[in-house]
């Protein structure tokens, strides 16, 4: 069983700059792929960013490519998720998501078995 809480959140002017932070419990996080999506109201959950269990190589989704950066502190179980040039359609609640060592769909939010309760993310024009 793996806990996930998101953290890092908040509100941010256009252009601007967030950094989110996902804290896992358990001491096997090296093995855990980790995925970043993102929900904003009235639309599906989308995906943004995963970094892999093994050799921490990292995918991004095309609307925020060049302005997020995924990485991961194994020694600290926290993956994070920096953000620049916020625009206002980055706003949504963002969620941390893991799975064990899979991580071919990782842009799929049914191939993740572990979820954080997400944190709130609003870019104002």
């Known amino acids: 069983q793996v806990q996930l809480v998101e953290s890092g959140g908040g509100l941010v002017q256009a252009g601007g700059s967030l950094r989110l932070s996902c804290a896992a419990s358990?001491?096997?996080?090296?093995?855990?792929?980790m995925g970043w999506f993102r929900q904003a109201p009235g639309k599906d959950r989308e995906f943004v960013s995963v970094?892999?269990?093994?050799?921490?190589?990292?995918e991004y989704a095309d609307s925020v490519k060049g302005r997020f950066t995924i990485s991961r502190d194994n020694a600290e179980n926290t993956v994070y998720l920096q953000m620049n040039s916020l625009k206002p359609e980055d706003t949504a609640v963002y969620y941390c998501?893991?799975?064990?060592?899979?991580?071919?769909?990782?842009?799929?939010?049914?191939?993740?078995?572990?979820w954080g309760q997400g944190t709130q993310v609003t870019v104002s024009s």
């Open positions: 970094i892999r269990w093994s050799g921490g190589s990292a």
């Open positions: 998501a893991a799975v064990r060592y899979y991580g071919g769909t990782y842009y799929l939010p049914d191939s993740y078995d572990y």
């Open positions: 358990g001491r096997t996080f090296s093995s855990y792929t």
